[in-house]
């Protein structure tokens, strides 16, 4: 069993930056991808950022291309997103992901293991 911790949310202004934090706790060595999606009130869950085990070849939804960066590091078996110029439309509850995904790895299916969540508000 895999539990993930994400953490790092926080209320900023737009042109700020955040860098969220999600701890995987357990062996993670089933997954293929983590990845960080997010949800704003009356929305659906959007695929924000996805890495491979490796860490290599990175996905991103086309918009937080250019202003998040997401990485991980296995030996502390952690995933990040530094989030910099963000705007109010990026304001959601972000949650972090791992699994083995299905089709695109932004579209969320295949994702065996989700974070409890971290909120994220920016103000313009």
């Known amino acids: 069993q895999v539990q993930l911790v994400a953490s790092g949310g926080g209320s900023v202004q737009a042109g700020g930056s955040l860098r969220l934090s999600c701890a995987a706790i357990?062996?993670?060595?089933?997954?293929?991808?983590m990845a960080w999606f997010r949800q704003a009130p009356g929305k659906e869950r959007e695929g924000v950022a996805a890495?491979?085990?490796?860490?290599?070849?990175?996905s991103y939804a086309d918009s937080v291309k250019g202003r998040f960066t997401i990485s991980r590091d296995n030996r502390e078996n952690a995933l990040y997103l530094q989030m910099n110029s963000l705007k109010p439309e990026d304001t959601a509850m972000y949650y972090c992901?791992?699994?083995?995904?299905?089709?695109?790895?932004?579209?969320?299916?295949?994702?065996?293991?989700w974070g409890q969540g971290t909120q994220v508000t920016v103000s313009s």
């Open positions: 890495i491979t085990t490796g860490g290599t070849v990175p």
């Open positions: 992901a791992a699994g083995r995904p299905m089709g695109w790895v932004l579209r969320g299916n295949g994702y065996n293991y």
């Open positions: 357990g062996d993670t060595s089933g997954s293929n991808w």
